[in-house]
């Protein structure tokens, strides 16, 4: 841990103050809920690592999994599409009325 870190705790532990910081809850979005996308990322590679208590860190770890997945998936679909079938467009055609089942005609 950083001395940061290890004086926060300490001072935290003196005051009779849980250990974590609860004060950032008021501050915007936590990490453990910023949906997947380019501002998480950005503030994961904002985030210093050695100022982290180990709560934030395993927030921090799960939320960059979360990312990660969310790329791959991105990456996956995109794959996907590069090597499967061509797409077949509807033809005009195809988007007028349906024509009426047999039967059902008065």
């Known amino acids: 841990m950083s001395p940061g870190v290890v004086d926060y705790l300490f001072r935290q532990l003196v005051a009779g103050s849980p250990a974590e910081d609860v004060q950032w809850g008021s501050e915007g979005v936590a990490l453990s809920a910023q949906p997947p996308g380019a501002e998480l990322a950005r503030r994961l590679s904002e985030c210093d690592l050695d100022a982290l208590t180990p709560t934030e860190l395993f927030h ?9 997945s969310w790329a791959e998936a991105l990456r996956e679909d995109a794959v996907g599409r590069y090597c499967g079938p061509p797409r077949q467009e509807a033809s005009p055609q195809e988007h ?10 008065k």
Do not use: D, S
């Not at 921090?60 to 990660?68: P, S």
């Not at 007028?96 to 005609?105: C, I, Y």
């Open 60 to 68: 921090y770890v799960r939320a960059a999994q979360r990312l990660a």
């Open 96 to 105: 007028a009325q349906p024509a009426p089942v047999r039967g059902t005609e």
